[in-house]
């Protein structure tokens, strides 16, 4: 197979960016009145503006090329026929059929897993809407009033980003928990506020082996047991989603309530089944549903959209561009939107998880720069914390701005103001302020000209900073749902260009391994050598001083 540096295409890019970045957004927008129009595309009620990248139709086309010459459409195909295109775990890649609403089939080893898929959502139906209705229990006869949900990385990261993203659907009779770091004041903080009698916990871990989530997990039984000192009343407040259904038991939830997940649906892909359980039991499964909806079609135009107007490939394309191009090593994800403050957290996990990688498809190290350095926060607030930087600073970060076009308060005015920044942003990045323009208002500013000339040229912005801004009429679990589903995809068509697995992590086994090892030795507090000099110096260190604090 071609190596993707070494194609004409990939090398057609090269040439086309030398011409290209030394342009400015600017002159591009000056020269072409309709580039709005040119650039932007819509889904359903969602508007990806992308006009205000360094990019021409030439651009454009070359990429599109690129996406076609690196057979985009044909791994497309294979992850929906539910090839093994997870080819170092020998594994289909099916999160696609957890959202599957309609009557088509969809296989995995030939095998139709449309039933099993659908079983699982009428389970999760069955129990969401008992604990919703007060019909399910606790031990004492009490209604469920707290959810925990007890799991880390993929089995944490997306229910709690939802359940919070879809707190205007959420329950006001119960609260929602989240429980994924090994820090026994995360557990202990969130019980201490709980009643045992009215608690469910959800125990969520694919592999049920996950060494923070055990122990969270067993913590939380023996809390448990200490108010209810019965056993047999376990059942009515632990219930268990994983794919290690002998564990689960083992753990001594009844197998009635374990529900099942699948060797094809990725940890951080996972939030659209049972792993979503949490969110079921917050929103009601209607909207559940409803998100799982707003899935399947963004799934559908993922599928069938020409490259030209397909959302996920655009914006994965425009993402290699400034990796591979531009050298760009960061991408911010900037909402504004209160409730996708778990948004950035959410989408680290699935983009460095999936394309953080260095050997591709063929065993060979890549010479070219993979998936970048995902960061953000809620765009508003980080406006006074980190924008400096994206606006003078002197790396190149492109952004994606999200925003909803009608929120659910009542106060317009705040609206308002949080529209006018999301214009203000993405239009100060892009424009910038030339020396002409900072010259021009410093001459108005009670200065003397000394003042003016030393202030000048911190005044300047050089602006040409890529955004993408999103808008979407509300923030409903469908569209939601969609956009989750877009990123998901973006995340795969850089995958395939960068010729890399987008579905294993074998990048976090080595630290397990060593965690687990480490472990047994800090039992007791003989000193270790088995180490470099750094390791053994700090647990050495860390066990001396364990035991100088140790004493009363
Ligand atoms: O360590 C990484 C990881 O395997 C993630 O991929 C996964 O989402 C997370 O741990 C949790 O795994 P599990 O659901 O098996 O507990």
């Known amino acids: 197979m071609t190596r993707l540096t070494e194609r004409p295409v990939w090398q057609a890019l090269s040439a086309h960016y030398q011409e290209i970045s030394p342009r400015h957004m600017r002159d591009l927008f000056a ?31 070359l990429l599109l090329k690129l996406a076609e010459e690196c057979k985009l459409a044909d791994w497309i195909a294979a992850m929906f026929r539910g090839d093994r295109i997870n080819h170092t775990e020998q594994r289909a890649v099916l999160h696609v059929a957890l959202r599957n609403l309609s009557d088509q089939p969809m296989r995995a080893d030939g095998q139709d897993v449309m039933p099993e898929v659908r079983s699982e959502l009428q389970k999760m139906e069955a129990l969401s809407e008992a604990v919703r209705s007060q019909t399910w229990r606790g031990a004492t006869g009490q209604p469920i009033r707290d959810v925990v949900n007890i799991g880390i990385g993929g089995s944490d ?20 928990h989240f429980v994924s770091n090994v820090d026994e004041h995360a557990i202990q903080d969130t019980l201490q506020k709980l009643d045992p009698a009215t608690t469910l916990f959800i125990i969520a871990s694919k ?37 290690n259904i002998p564990l689960g038991e083992k753990f001594g939830i009844d197998p009635r309530n374990i529900f099942a997940m699948w060797d094809w649906v990725g940890g951080r892909y996972s939030l659209w089944s049972a792993i979503g359980l949490s969110i079921a039991i917050y929103i009601g499964m209607d909207n559940f549903r409803a998100m799982l909806q707003g899935a399947h079609e963004m799934d559908q135009h993922f599928r069938t959209a020409p490259f030209g107007q397909n959302l996920p490939v655009i914006l994965g394309l425009l993402g290699i561009w400034y990796n591979n191009y531009f050298g760009a090593q960061a991408y911010a994800i900037l909402p504004y939107e209160q409730n996708l403050h778990r948004l950035p957290a959410y989408l680290q996990q699935a983009d460095m998880e999936s394309n953080g990688k260095c050997v591709d498809r063929d065993g060979n190290k890549v010479d070219y720069t993979t998936g970048p350095i995902i960061f953000g926060e809620l765009g508003n607030p980080a406006q006074h914390a980190f924008y400096q930087l994206l606006h003078q600073g002197t790396k190149l970060i492109p952004a994606d701005i999200l925003a909803p076009i009608r929120d659910f308060h009542s106060v317009r005015k705040h609206h308002r103001a949080l529209m006018s920044n999301v214009f203000a942003q993405t239009e100060a990045l892009m424009k910038g302020k030339t020396r002409q323009e900072a010259q021009q208002e410093l001459s108005t500013a009670d200065l003397d000209a000394q003042q003016q000339q030393l202030l000048l040229p911190y005044k ?51 630290g397990k391994q060593l965690a687990s090892h480490i472990f047994g030795e800090l039992q007791d507090d003989d000193p270790v050598a088995d180490h470099d000099c750094s390791t053994n110096g700090l647990i050495n260190y860390y066990k001396t001083r364990r035991k100088i604090l140790r004493r009363p």
């Open 460 to 510: 300047v912005f050089e602006g040409n900073k890529p955004t993408n801004t999103i808008l979407f009429d509300t923030l409903d679990p469908g569209t939601l749902g969609s956009l989750l589903a877009m990123y998901e995809h973006k995340i795969f068509v850089q995958g395939v260009i960068w010729n890399i697995n987008s579905f294993d992590q074998w990048g976090v086994e080595l």
């Open 31 to 61: 020269e072409d009145p309709q580039r709005f129009d040119r650039f932007s595309l819509r889904f359903n009620n969602i508007l990806l503006d992308y006009s205000k990248n360094i990019v021409t139709q030439q651009t454009r086309q």
């Open 207 to 243: 592999t049920f082996t996950t060494q923070e989530t055990m122990l969270n997990a067993a913590f939380a039984r023996d809390w448990f047991l200490q108010t209810i000192n019965d056993e047999s009343a376990l059942a009515k407040h632990f219930v268990a989603v994983t794919s």
């Open 157 to 176: 990261l997306g229910p709690e980003m939802v359940t919070e993203a879809l707190r205007p659907y959420g329950s006001r009779d119960i609260a929602m």
